[in-house]
């Protein structure tokens, strides 16, 4: 019986690896590569989730919730761990690659996450900027579904072992070079955060965007009731100290604008090519499902024929 079991072990072994070098290996950020020359047995007992990109990817998430927690009042604590965060998702990439542990789980921990980080971050921005949040909502759907339509058309399209970062240059040029080369990814998807960073910094420093942090007019009439100042404290203006109002008013002219619109004004270029290619993205996969949408129903009329 042992010597039967370990014949089955070894053909399910060699079978997972069959497998994997027709997917290929995807690393933390989703590409695709030839797996190593050394074929590493592959244990069945083995645990993905303690991976050591799966580890970075947890990290990033804990990075993450305390960059929220922080976020209301204290931005250089804030933008450090959002930044941190940010960059470890080059880190998991090159821990996937050197120790041979890529695997879906990971590519796809890795997607969620930045989602999920950069939507918590603009949903922030749509209530420190009210007059900009349609803008704010528009570029959170944009996102969600742009790389869920293009997820969910590489699955169902591509066959298995696709990654929705294996993108054929017939199919889109720009989707190719923006997903086969990991400079250009790294280079959007960076600066794509920085200038939503460079917003929230501004939130807490600049009157131009938001007229409820302009300093308060000097020569208005003070109050003829003694003892009540005109300009009173935040915890007599607002019954609650977490309101909206309350702070707005805590986070006016904390820190110097001068650096955050520098900032800015350098990789908004970037950030509007990296809409570009989202609404790129979302054409595509729209029509990549409507093709095969096409395909089943001619399918379907030459089964009834």
Not at 41 to 69: D, H, K, T
Not at 174 to 193: A, D, G, H, P, R
Not at 253 to 275: E, H, L, R, T, Y
Request: charged share 15%; proline share 5%; hydrophobic share 40%.
């Amino acid at each position: 019986m042992s010597g039967v079991r370990t014949t089955k072990q070894r053909a399910e072994e060699d079978s997972l690896l069959s497998e994997s070098e027709l997917d290929g290996v995807m690393n933390g950020n989703g590409k695709l590569h030839s797996p190593s020359k050394s074929r590493a047995v592959i244990e069945s007992s083995e645990n993905i989730f303690l991976f050591y990109p799966n580890l970075i990817g947890y990290s990033r998430i804990i990075l993450a919730v305390a960059s929220l927690y922080y976020m209301p009042l204290h931005p250089r604590t804030c933008s450090l761990l959002y930044s941190i965060s940010c960059l470890l998702d080059a880190l998991d990439g090159v821990a996937a690659r050197h120790f041979n542990q890529a695997t879906r789980f990971g590519a796809v921990l890795d997607m969620v996450t930045d989602r999920c980080t950069t939507t918590c971050l603009l949903v922030f921005l749509s209530s420190a900027w009210p007059r900009w949040s349609l803008v704010f909502q528009g570029l959170i759907s944009l996102d969600l579904a742009s790389h869920y339509m293009h997820m969910y058309a590489t699955l169902v399209m591509g066959g298995k072992g696709e990654s929705h970062k294996k993108v054929d240059e017939g199919r889109s040029y720009l989707l190719n070079l923006y997903y086969s080369n990991n400079k250009v990814l790294f280079l959007f998807c960076t600066f794509n955060e920085v200038f939503f960073i460079a917003l929230y910094l501004l939130s807490f420093s600049s009157p131009t965007l938001s007229p409820s942090l302009l300093a308060p007019v000097s020569n208005a009439p003070g109050s003829a009731q003694p003892g009540n100042p005109s300009h009173p404290s935040p915890s007599t203006l607002f019954a609650s100290p977490y309101s909206a109002g309350a702070l707005e008013l805590a986070r006016a002219n904390k820190m110097d604008s001068f650096w955050p619109w520098v900032i800015a004004g350098c990789s908004f270029p970037v950030m509007a090519g990296k809409q570009i290619i989202n609404v790129v993205q979302l054409v595509k996969a729209s029509r990549w499902l409507a093709e095969g949408d096409r395909e089943a129903r001619r399918s379907r009329v030459k089964k009834v024929r």
